[in-house]
């Protein structure tokens, strides 16, 4: 072995599928990591001669450590692979990194021309924040005496004083941000998820692998604005109900545990995207569980947690009974994504996964596997819309939408924004006078979608999610069109509206029914 490896402790119940050759001798393994303060998720690094590094896994057991989110914990422990490899190579341990192992490092990974896979600024600030944190840790534990990491002194947003890496990069982007017009997301989704052609009508042969349950995440996520995290973990009773009177958006909640700021938020869904999950849940999803249940999959399970009820009220409580038949119970806010995966309820037939999305199996489709179902849409848009001259040459996007699970959240913000700021002028008729009355009661549409989107301070959803038109004035561009141009009401597509704007913004991708780009985009 070359390089430094992580492994992830698991959870008791999921031991059985470890080798029993390895650990031969070691029935009592986890008695032992519960007396040094093992848990479940945390790492375990072991350098190229098979050696635990005992430090490194006390740094992984650390509250700090602990209190990033699944996906950060394990961003950082690849990063800090990466030092300790580098480190490694020039017979350096970790605790003896200096100043001048630290610029070199930056220079191989940024600049150095012999170097095939050279790095950003965005990726090189979060290596830094991974190394930061090791070595912040390893001082104030007295494993290092000085933190090899350059660090200045800068005043925060609010006047505190921050200390932060010298050698954070000029080139980072705040954001890695994409916008599709609402036309254009139509566009993705039936090339990229649905199989359509260049022509807009479904390939010969087409076979889309959970095709239904796809395009219902990205349907949600599109008009709900939801984090990866939060709509890739509903449960199935958290997915609004449609209403036999009707309506175009319905009311949801998000749990605390799988928000980034750990706080109940409500959202709203489009009435359309809740009946793409209706339609999967009834169709696909109802035949994924029921193969399973004939397979015995569900029995096979080293854990599951059968609910036998859910409490009504502001805080609800999950209730339920494990394999061994003890019954156990928390707040419905606090479970994580981890242990809301192991809910399951009685059907008809059998246990049923509480779990929303579920891949061909049965079992749930994890939050983090989503990249590749848009890596594979995407992929699949650049094949069928690029030409053959222009294919793996399209940097700007032109011919063929490009879009992650992120920027559905991006357009939302941004699609949000015009029809809240449409909505004031049309619905309400408003003089200029009478708007600035309006926002002094009300608050204006920024506030709005800061709201929606859940973010603490304004800034995140003015400079980053809406750059494109934070300086445009919306209201003059909005007053341009004519009737019937939008739609007849202000909650209609816009498609119009965001066609001037994408030709007035950089970033955002519009392609028009024809799948072509706009005159000058090209």
């Not at 006390?58 to 509250?63: D, H, L, M, Q, T």
């Not at 010969?204 to 973990?233: C, I, K, P, Q, T």
């Not at 793409?276 to 569900?298: C, F, H, T």
Request: hydrophobic fraction near 40%; glycine fraction near 8%; include cysteine.
């Amino acid at each position: 072995m070359t390089d430094w490896r992580v492994f992830w402790v698991p959870r008791d119940a999921a031991r059985g599928g470890v080798r029993r050759s390895v650990l031969e001798g070691w029935t009592d393994l986890a008695v032992r990591e519960r007396e040094v303060g093992v848990r479940a998720g945390d790492p375990i690094f072991l350098s190229p001669d098979y050696r635990v590094d005992a430090a490194l896994c006390s740094y992984g057991r650390s509250k700090g450590f602990r209190r990033c989110t699944r996906e950060t914990r394990r961003n950082y422990a690849t990063d800090i692979c990466l030092l300790l490899n580098f480190l490694w190579g020039r017979g350096r341990g970790w605790t003896e990194a200096t100043e001048r192992d630290l610029e070199d490092f930056e220079h191989w990974r940024r600049v150095e021309e012999s170097n095939p896979r050279r790095i950003g600024g965005s990726k090189w600030d979060r290596e830094l924040a991974a190394f930061m944190s090791l070595y912040r840790w390893a001082v104030k534990n007295q494993v290092v005496t000085r933190n090899p990491v350059a660090t200045k002194q800068v005043s925060g947003r609010y006047g505190e004083v921050l200390m932060v890496a010298e050698a954070r990069a000029k080139d980072a982007r705040p954001s890695n941000v994409h916008w599709l017009t609402p036309r254009t997301w139509r566009r993705w989704i039936d090339v990229g998820l649905r199989g359509h052609t260049k022509e807009g009508v479904p390939e010969s042969g087409w076979v889309g692998r959970m095709e239904d349950r796809n395009v219902a995440f990205v349907r949600l996520l599109v008009s709900s604005g939801l984090r990866r995290s939060e709509g890739g973990s509903l449960l199935t009773f958290e997915v609004p109900q449609r209403r036999l009177d009707g309506g175009r958006y319905y009311r949801g909640t998000i749990s605390a545990a799988v928000t980034r700021s750990k706080k109940t938020r409500t959202f709203y869904a489009a009435s359309e995207a809740i009946g793409d999950i209706e339609a999967y849940v009834g169709s696909s999803r109802a035949w994924a569980v029921r193969r399973a249940q004939r397979q015995g999959l569900y029995e096979q399970l080293p854990e599951m947690r059968l609910v036998t009820k859910v409490t009504r009220g502001l805080n609800p409580a999950v209730r339920w009974v494990d394999r061994d038949g003890v019954a156990g119970q928390d707040l419905l806010n606090r479970l994580p994504i981890a242990e809301r995966a192991l809910l399951f309820t009685e059907g008809p037939h059998g246990p049923e996964p509480l779990w929303l999305w579920l891949n061909e199996q049965g079992l749930p489709f994890h939050p983090h596997s989503w990249n590749g179902v848009f890596r594979t849409a995407n992929q699949r848009c650049e094949a069928v819309l690029t030409p053959p001259t222009h294919l793996g040459m399209d940097p700007h996007k032109v011919y063929a939408p490009y879009a992650t699970v992120h920027s559905a959240r991006h357009s939302f913000a941004l699609y949000m924004l015009v029809v809240l700021d449409t909505l004031m002028d049309q619905r309400y008729g408003l003089t200029p006078e009478e708007r600035r009355d309006f926002r002094m009661l009300y608050g204006d549409p920024w506030l709005m979608v800061q709201n929606l989107l859940g973010h603490a301070a304004r800034e995140t959803t003015t400079s980053r999610y809406l750059a494109p038109v934070a300086d445009l004035q919306l209201r003059s561009m909005l007053a341009t069109a004519r009737d019937g141009e939008a739609g007849p009401a202000p909650m209609a597509e816009l498609d119009a509206v965001f066609a001037r704007i994408a030709a007035q913004s950089e970033g955002i991708q519009d392609i028009d029914d024809r799948f072509q780009p706009k005159d000058g985009q090209a």
